[in-house]
């Protein structure tokens, strides 16, 4: 019989990176069972769903208090069986916030608990690096600035690189992309991204209209797209646009299709989050904007640890693309960024330079990489 492994995944995201790593560990492992919380893709590969992913998919403090007796009960009762029947390691898939619980009884019970995704520590929660310690047998990172920060409290860590890495091309194919979205080779195009949330598309949708309005005024041939991933995000921007007088604006709302329209973008305006990643790798000049709650956002400003929100500064450990964020984030002074991108091509070839850099030091083969890390762990107190 062989070897009994256990994964929490709650994210569709988690579940795409759960279900690469399965198959990796499935290489030296064929006959392993995996089973636990996962989706669908982990399923596809074999994996065991106790319960679905999506019973962990909350979004936000109130909808994950409305359902923290069902988590909570959830928790506990794969905590039983883990100890009951004892797994021969746990990998917990990013969801800190439910994995970590776990991850520190089932150590403290001599299963190696594997970390896989560091929770954002360097942003703005380094204190919680010592409970980490506690919790974690070996943490598995994302990002080449991690590991310190992790070896400093004595956590056994790996290296990993990042999936997206592995996955997107090092030099996108831009003609393409356009003759896919059927836009024209020679007119600027801009790509919008507000964000997936409806908070963030409620707050942000009126000024990316209003920057719209100011860049086509300047460059009347100029498209403008705007990928959304849901129907309600869909509509709160199609309500923003009716409010406004620029119903004329040349702009495409776009159900999906983000990269695609990344790709196909000169340049992308896009919220704090992983989507200024995503546009780092593909290669794209950017400005990265956020709009917040006043009170959240001055909170967020006394915890944070490092003078940038997007990924790609926080990545090159310096201001490589503009962040104009809350009550900076005016119309006028985005589009004059945005502008900056589209009228400077050797800022932008040196910016593609870096962008190139990065993207080498992300692509790792994440998947092979994290399953090297993990096979020492099966069965014992790995380091």
Not at 79 to 85: G, H, I, Y
Not at 124 to 129: A, D, H, L, N
Not at 235 to 255: G, N, Q, S
Not at 358 to 365: G, S
């Amino acid at each position: 019989m062989g070897l009994r492994i256990a994964m929490v995944a709650g994210e569709a995201s988690s579940d795409l990176l759960a279900s690469h790593l399965i198959k990796a560990l499935q290489r030296h492992l064929p006959d392993a069972e995996f089973y636990g919380i996962g989706g669908p893709k982990m399923q596809a590969v074999g994996f065991k769903a106790l319960w679905p992913a999506e019973k962990l998919a909350v979004h936000g403090y109130v909808d994950a208090l409305r359902h923290y007796r069902e988590l909570s009960g959830i928790r506990r009762d794969l905590l039983r069986r883990l100890l009951a029947d004892r797994p021969a390691a746990f990998i917990g898939v990013d969801a800190p916030d439910f994995s970590l619980w776990l991850e520190r009884r089932l150590k403290d019970r001599g299963i190696p608990a594997i970390h896989f995704v560091s929770p954002s520590i360097w942003a703005w929660r380094k204190g919680r690096v010592k409970g980490i310690a506690r919790s974690v047998s070996h943490m598995l990172c994302l990002f080449p600035f991690e590991p310190a920060l992790y070896q400093a409290a004595g956590v056994p860590v790996s290296y990993v690189g990042h999936p997206l890495a592995d996955v997107f091309p090092l030099e996108p194919d831009r003609l393409a992309a356009r003759e896919m979205l059927q836009l024209p080779v020679d007119k600027p195009v801009f790509a919008f991204l507000p964000g997936s949330r409806q908070s963030e598309v409620r707050n942000l949708a009126d000024t990316y209209i209003a920057t719209a309005a100011l860049l086509h005024e300047r460059h009347p041939e100029a498209r403008f797209l705007v990928p959304l991933a849901t129907r309600e995000t869909r509509l709160l921007f199609e309500e923003a646009l009716r409010r406004h007088v620029h119903t004329h604006l040349p702009i495409r709302i776009l159900f999906g299709h983000a990269v695609d329209a990344m790709i196909a973008a000169d340049v992308v305006l896009v919220a704090s989050g992983t989507a200024t990643l995503e546009a780092a790798l593909l290669k794209r000049p950017m400005v990265i904007t956020y709009k917040i709650g006043k009170w959240s956002y001055r909170l967020m400003k006394r915890m944070a640890y490092l003078p940038w929100v997007g990924l790609p500064n926080v990545l090159a450990n310096r201001e490589v693309v503009p962040e104009i964020l809350q009550d900076a984030a005016t119309p006028q002074a985005l589009a004059d960024a945005l502008d900056g991108w589209l009228t400077d091509g050797e800022r932008v070839a040196a910016l593609t330079r870096t962008f190139t850099e990065m993207h080498h030091v992300l692509r790792q083969d994440t998947a092979a990489k994290a399953a090297a890390a993990i096979l020492p762990c099966l069965g014992s107190r790995c380091s």
